[in-house]
């Protein structure tokens, strides 16, 4: 069975473009999550969906940033007018109900 | 809000050393705790948990004990291998396993393991 994957692996993106990061669950978990990681810290939490209801946004660091599921499976993160900060490991994460979190590898974005 | 502090690192050991890093944590309730591993080139993976105090989570020879009293969690082994050489991140969630309850992880900290 596959793991979380996430696509692209890497990004870059110039100042004020927009970038869409997509992640596929593992098959059948409910829950998705994602979270931001920057350089030498810990990933931070962004949003979580059961489902495709989006049921915690309250990681999210401006209005630049959305995240969708509308099908209950695959996930996209959508941050407009990219800004450098937003550079970052990009997370996704998936669970079954009553089981941990399993993490994807991750995509790396670079905004110059 | 929640927060987990972890010891800065990087942290190098000679292999067979044994092996402590600390986490405390600040929670409201009784938080659910973990420790992920990063190895290099690949994702976040669970090492071990523990849901409630006093509880010891353990995997591959790593253990960590669930201290309600002084808000800790350190990870410990015995005698560390070369293969253990990665990134450590603490963290918890706030209820269960952490299925639908978002994670709130420390820092992390780097152990470099020389043969």
């Known amino acids: 069975g596959a793991g979380v994957s996430q696509s692209p692996r890497y990004k870059v993106a110039k100042r004020g473009q927009d970038v869409a990061l997509r992640c596929d669950p593992i098959?059948?978990?409910?829950?998705l999550f994602w979270y931001q990681q920057a350089l030498g810290q810990g990933p931070e939490f962004l949003t979580y969906f059961q489902n495709e209801a989006q049921l915690d946004k309250s990681g999210l660091p401006s209005d630049r940033f959305f995240a969708e599921r509308p099908e209950g499976s695959v996930s996209t993160l959508k941050i407009q007018r990219t800004q450098q900060e937003d550079s970052a490991v990009y997370l996704c994460?998936?669970?079954?109900?009553?089981?941990?979190?399993?993490f994807g590898p991750g995509t790396r974005l670079t905004v110059l | 809000g929640n927060s987990v502090t972890q010891m800065e690192g990087p942290v190098t050991l000679s292999e067979e050393a044994f092996l402590t890093i600390n986490c405390t944590y600040t929670a409201t309730g009784y938080p659910s705790l973990f420790w992920y591993v990063q190895y290099p080139g690949e994702g976040l993976q669970l090492l071990l948990k523990a849901t409630k105090a006093d509880d010891k989570g353990s995997n591959k020879g790593f253990e960590a004990t669930y201290r309600k009293e002084t808000t800790s969690f350190h990870l410990e082994k015995g005698s560390v291998q070369v293969s253990d050489s990665a990134v450590y991140f603490c963290a918890l969630s706030e209820k269960g396993t952490g299925a639908n309850s978002k994670l709130t992880f420390g820092k992390g900290i780097t152990l470099s393991v020389r043969p």
């Open positions: 994460a998936s669970s079954l109900e009553l089981h941990e979190q399993f």
């Open positions: 098959s059948g978990h409910v829950s």
